[in-house]
């Protein structure tokens, strides 16, 4: 039996669309669109009109756009075919069931075009992984930052540490063999200062990680506050939606509830909670305002909502909490203290007030730095070793346990771009991918 070793896919979704796209990539991909189009010659990286055809009816199966790519020009790095057709369920059918009919192809697994682009090093891991990043994203801010990444910054980042690390290394080891005087003056000194500003800029660039992992999950926003002060009637003015119980019955929101929203390009999950009553009795309502408590702990933000004066509990209040005076349709005020925004949810005063304030504060908390972010906890968990091991190195006194342990930092950075891999890691990588990427 021949190898299947040329893949195929539907790289677009499934279903009704404008158009569908095909890819199939491989030693044979070429062979391929020649018997699927009846034609021989083929330029590559030009677009052509052509109709497909089944390989074993003969039966017309789309007229379509096609495109080859030569090797090592292409995703893969391998000759690669891209089909253009009707974005029909019928015609999709009907070029999957063609395909299926060639000896040396088979349907791909997810991300194993992707994969062959690593192994063809035409990626490496962090660009395989900002490309998935850039695949979910949601929001905009998401976009850039999977979009940053998927270029190779971060890689950059990671092998001119690993460069010079390995230096580092060379001269500890250089030290073992030669004797102090055939060694120039003060290389351990000048090796352990640059060891030191190595450990520096990882530790911040690990701090990165907080940011990144706030936009790629979401800012977490709880409104909280007694009970009847107006939170669900705002919760639901935010997400433009009657998802909350409104009622001037205290005590109505009994659980949290969660939307995920889109502010100015940001994922945010706002949640509404249930009012803190100090004098309830009921236990439902109890639990509640414990689940409330805890939402409020874990917030990034806090809206507290208040709708007098007199109640206003100043320990509800840190740098992260947005205050308001709701009802202000209700009742006027002489004299409002600095820091509490009047607002009525009812007939939008201070609305446009409101929303500024709360923009600014996402936008403080989502502040990216134009420097290469860390994205995934994998990199974060693999930094904190090096770090481990290059801080060992440092003190170290034995200088074979110095060179043992940056040996194993060195490798520890390739594993994260990929320079010194396992199969196992990659594996884990790839089948988050979809089919056809
Ligand atoms: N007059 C006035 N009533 C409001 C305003 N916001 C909410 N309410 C009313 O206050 C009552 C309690 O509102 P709700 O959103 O359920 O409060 P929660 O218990 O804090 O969630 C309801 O009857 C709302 O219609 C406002 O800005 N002005
Ligand atoms: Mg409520």
Redesign the pocket.
């Given at each position: 039996m021949k190898k299947k070793n040329t893949i195929f896919a539907l790289s677009s979704a499934y279903g009704k669309a404008g158009v569908s796209v095909f890819r199939i990539s491989g030693p044979d991909a070429l062979d391929i669109l020649k018997k699927l189009s009846k034609k021989k010659k083929f330029t590559p990286n030009v677009m052509q009109y052509s109709d497909i055809y089944h390989p074993l009816t003969n039966e017309l199966l789309d007229s379509c756009m096609v495109v080859f790519f030569k090797a090592p020009k292409s995703y893969t790095g391998e000759d690669t075919v891209e089909l253009f057709t009707h974005g029909s369920i019928a015609v999709i059918d009907a070029v999957y069931d063609a395909l299926s009919k060639f000896e040396t192809a088979r349907i791909a697994e997810p991300g194993e075009f992707t994969k062959r682009a690593f192994l063809n090093d035409k990626l490496d891991l962090t660009q395989v992984e900002a490309i998935s990043d850039l695949i979910e994203a949601e929001t905009e801010s998401q976009r850039k930052l999977a979009l940053n990444n998927t270029n190779g910054q971060l890689s950059k980042l990671y092998n001119l540490w690993r460069d010079k690390l390995v230096k580092i290394l060379a001269w500890y080891e250089a030290s073992i063999d030669f004797s102090d005087d055939e060694m120039p003056i003060n290389v351990i000194d000048q090796n352990n200062k640059n060891l030191e500003d190595v450990i520096n800029e990882i530790e911040k660039h690990i701090k990165t990680s907080s940011v990144a992992q706030l936009i790629k999950y979401g800012l977490d926003i709880a409104?909280i506050?007694?009970?009847?002060?107006?939170?669900?009637?705002?919760?639901?003015k935010i997400i433009g939606q009657n998802k909350?119980?409104?009622?001037?019955?205290?005590?109505?929101?009994r659980d949290v509830i969660d939307a995920i929203i889109d502010v100015d390009g940001f994922k945010i999950n706002l949640s509404?909670t249930?009012?803190l009553n100090s004098k309830t009795n009921d236990k439902i309502e109890k639990k509640g305002i414990k689940k409330a408590l805890e939402k409020a702990q874990k917030a990034d933000i806090k809206i507290y909502?208040i709708?007098n004066l007199k109640s206003f509990d100043s320990k509800q209040v840190d740098k992260d909490t947005i205050v308001l005076l709701?009802?202000?349709?209700?009742k006027s005020y002489k004299k409002i203290p600095d820091g509490i925004l009047p607002?009525?949810?009812?007939?939008n005063?201070n609305w446009k007030k409101f929303w500024n304030l709360l923009t600014f504060k996402i936008k403080e908390k989502m502040e990216m730095s134009s420097d290469a972010t860390l994205t995934q906890q994998r990199y974060k968990n693999t930094l904190e070793s090096v770090l481990m091991f290059l801080k060992t190195a440092l003190t170290e006194q034995e200088i074979d346990l110095k060179v043992e342990n940056l040996r194993l930092a060195t490798d520890a950075i390739g594993s994260i771009t990929g320079r010194v891999y396992f199969n196992e890691l990659l594996d884990e990588i790839f089948s988050s991918f979809c089919l056809g990427k």
């Open positions: 409104i506050g007694k009970p009847n002060v107006g939170k669900s009637s705002l919760f639901n909350a119980i409104v009622s001037n019955i205290a005590g109505t929101t509404d249930a009012g909502v709708d709701n009802k202000i349709d209700k607002i009525s949810v009812k007939d005063s």
